[in-house]
């Protein structure tokens, strides 16, 4: 693996993930191309990689675009898609002359397919730190503290992993490797899949979740039960303060958290921006969740009530959620 501030690096999805990855890893002295498609593709054509982080100016990152799969060997590939595109996108990549591909998303209960298409000896896996939303072209995001970029092995017997979080870290994105990839994204999904499709249900709007008990409600109870049904099975991996948050703290604890941590731009930023325009992608990892809960009927049951309810809030289709008029206040 090349020295972290000289890699050649290319990134697959030109979405927010992908484009804050992209310009900032570009920022560290990095060569990036960045292979984008359809509306995406004409935008950074005509007007150029523009980042924002919240609180800061404007960045325009000097990156390569292009709209294939070019010839050229890479010392990685990230590949930042939906979980819907991420078969065809694991295709493509293996016809890359690459070191290092990373799965950067979350693909429970995929990983191994998806490497066995990429190429497993070099394949690992992450996923990103950040929230945001492009708006009228230009990536406005946060950097989600409680949560930093992960990556992790799916053979223990590499060390990329660790080099990638070097050059992350080099790139300013605290970085953690994590040792049990599959079950941190299986309790990640329980997390985010019950906040998504509560989020979802209150028309797309993290302010206008952050009211609903209701639905703060049912999104702690599914939470609670995929994670008490993963610490039976042994697939348990979170942090201390979700442990005290959803295990130890009577429930109406995470009511009132996620009331408050919803209102404003982190809630905005870091989940509904996701939810609204990835629903599908959120509906897929839940259907996976539910697969996973064959023999924990009342987490199952908890978790079905509030897909369904996202489901019937969006009935022309998941991922054409309107933006909320009042969805920052």
Not at 37 to 42: A, K, P, Q, V, Y
Not at 50 to 58: K, P, T
Not at 195 to 208: C, E, N, R, Y
Not at 258 to 281: N, V, Y
């Amino acid at each position: 693996m090349a020295c972290c501030q000289q890699m050649r690096i290319l990134v697959i999805g030109a979405g927010v993930i992908g484009s804050v990855y992209a310009g900032t890893l570009a920022e560290a002295g990095n060569e990036v191309t960045l292979l984008a498609r359809g509306d995406r593709l004409s935008e950074l054509r005509n007007a150029g990689l523009r980042l924002r982080r919240v609180g800061e100016q404007d960045r325009r990152p000097d990156v390569a675009v292009v709209d294939r799969i070019d010839g050229e060997r890479h010392d990685l590939v990230v590949l930042a898609v939906r979980r819907e595109q991420a078969a065809d996108a694991a295709g493509e990549v293996s016809l890359v002359a690459a070191d290092a591909v990373m799965l950067f998303g979350n693909f429970a209960g995929l990983l191994k397919d998806l490497a066995a298409q990429a190429g497993m000896d070099r394949t690992i896996v992450g996923f990103p730190g950040v929230g945001g939303r492009l708006v009228d072209g230009s990536v406005e995001y946060v950097l989600v503290d409680q949560q930093p970029t992960m990556v992790g092995q799916i053979r223990e017997s590499s060390r990329r992993a660790e080099d990638i979080a070097v050059c992350l870290r080099a790139a300013g994105f605290a970085t953690r490797v994590e040792p049990d990839v599959e079950g941190w994204l299986g309790s990640h999904a329980a997390l985010v899949v019950p906040l998504a499709a509560a989020i979802v249900a209150a028309a797309g709007s993290a302010a206008a979740l952050s009211r609903r008990n209701d639905l703060l409600r049912a999104a702690a109870r599914a939470t609670r039960g995929i994670y008490l049904a993963q610490q039976r099975g042994g697939r348990l991996v979170i942090n201390s303060n979700l442990r005290l948050l959803y295990l130890r703290m009577p429930r109406w604890f995470a009511v009132l958290y996620w009331a408050r941590a919803l209102r404003g731009e982190f809630g905005e930023l870091a989940f509904a921006a996701h939810s609204r325009h990835a629903w599908t992608e959120m509906a897929l990892l839940g259907s996976w969740l539910m697969s996973t809960l064959t023999e924990e009927r009342e987490a199952a049951d908890s978790l079905q009530r509030l897909l369904d309810l996202a489901a019937a809030a969006a009935p022309a289709g998941p991922s054409e959620i309107p933006l909320p008029v009042h969805g920052n206040q």
